[in-house]
């Protein structure tokens, strides 16, 4: 058991050192995927998943913060989940409720700032009140952003982008011809800090669940079949190497 921790150790401090820190991608973003799965394979309800899911995002908080990643947006619940029956739907919330409660002094113990992305006006008004403090609170924070997505659809942002821009255009802030993919850019929720440079997704599907579609556009993919609950520091700093293993051409020539 002891030998095992030992090799386990070296290998982390092995694939840790591998790492060139001048080239640490500065948007990552992850779906959180697998958390039923793992509950059920351990014979549990999927709440239990869920809550092993919550406790994984607070050491990869940390994790991102040790390894130099400026921004983090996790998918933590879709504008499609609603689809789920009301009991584990309730039970996200709820723990992302009690997420904030426990985890807020260290957050921001750690110079977090925290950022929740999406349409929040379908929650409940005491957890909208609740995320509207704790983003208060780490305002002046000047570490890691950590964008939080709940209610939460790449579509929906942009339709939402569109109503803000021809809003302004009625109001003649905006005229049409000035409106390029720069201008665009400033009405996302994860504006100025758009680009996602490396997604990651664990649970052993490959798709993108109409995550950031706008802010994928030169993203690089690491996909897992590891279910979020056991992803680790270890598994992050996997990702971050094959990023950087990576020729990145955004559409030229190397
Ligand atoms: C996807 O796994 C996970 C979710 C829809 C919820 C993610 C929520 C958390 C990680 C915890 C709460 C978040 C915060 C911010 C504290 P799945 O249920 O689709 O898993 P499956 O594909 O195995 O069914």
């Not at 990552?28 to 994984?56: E, F, L, S």
């Not at 997704?201 to 995550?211: H, I, M, Y």
């Given at each position: 058991?002891?030998?095992?921790?030992?090799?386990?150790?070296?290998?982390?401090?092995?694939?840790?050192?591998?790492?060139?820190?001048?080239?640490?991608?500065?948007?990552?973003?992850?779906?959180?995927?697998?958390?039923?799965?793992?509950?059920?394979?351990?014979?549990?309800?999927?709440?239990?998943?869920?809550?092993?899911?919550?406790?994984?995002?607070?050491?990869?908080?940390?994790?991102?913060?040790?390894?130099g990643i400026k921004v983090l947006t996790v998918y933590a619940f879709s504008t499609e989940n609603w689809k789920r029956p009301v009991d584990e739907v309730t039970y996200i919330m709820k723990l992302m409720d009690e997420y904030l409660g426990k985890n807020l002094l260290e957050l921001n113990e750690n110079n977090v700032r925290l950022h929740f992305i999406g349409d929040m006006s379908r929650l409940h008004a005491t957890l909208q009140q609740k995320f509207i403090a704790a983003e208060a609170e780490m305002a002046n924070n000047t570490g890691l952003v950590l964008n939080v997505a709940v209610n939460y659809g790449g579509r929906l942002e942009m339709v939402q982008a569109m109503q803000h821009v021809a809003e302004d255009v009625r109001k003649g802030t905006l005229l049409p011809a000035d409106i390029d993919e720069a201008v665009l850019s400033r009405y996302l929720y994860t504006a100025p800090d758009n680009d996602v440079d490396l997604l990651?997704?664990?649970?052993?599907?490959?798709?993108?669940?109409?995550?950031l579609l706008w802010q994928m556009a030169y993203a690089e993919f690491w996909f897992t079949d590891l279910c979020w609950p056991d992803f680790t520091k270890d598994t992050l700093i996997d990702a971050i190497l094959s990023f950087q293993g990576r020729e990145r051409r955004f559409g030229g020539l190397k």
């Open positions: 058991m002891i030998n095992r921790i030992i090799r386990r150790r070296k290998q982390t401090a092995s694939s840790a050192e591998l790492l060139d820190m001048n080239n640490i991608p500065h948007h990552v973003a992850i779906i959180m995927d697998g958390n039923g799965r793992w509950a059920k394979r351990r014979g549990m309800p999927r709440a239990y998943g869920h809550h092993a899911g919550a406790n994984t995002l607070k050491r990869i908080v940390i994790a991102a913060t040790e390894l990651i997704r664990p649970g052993a599907d490959k798709r993108v669940s109409n995550f």
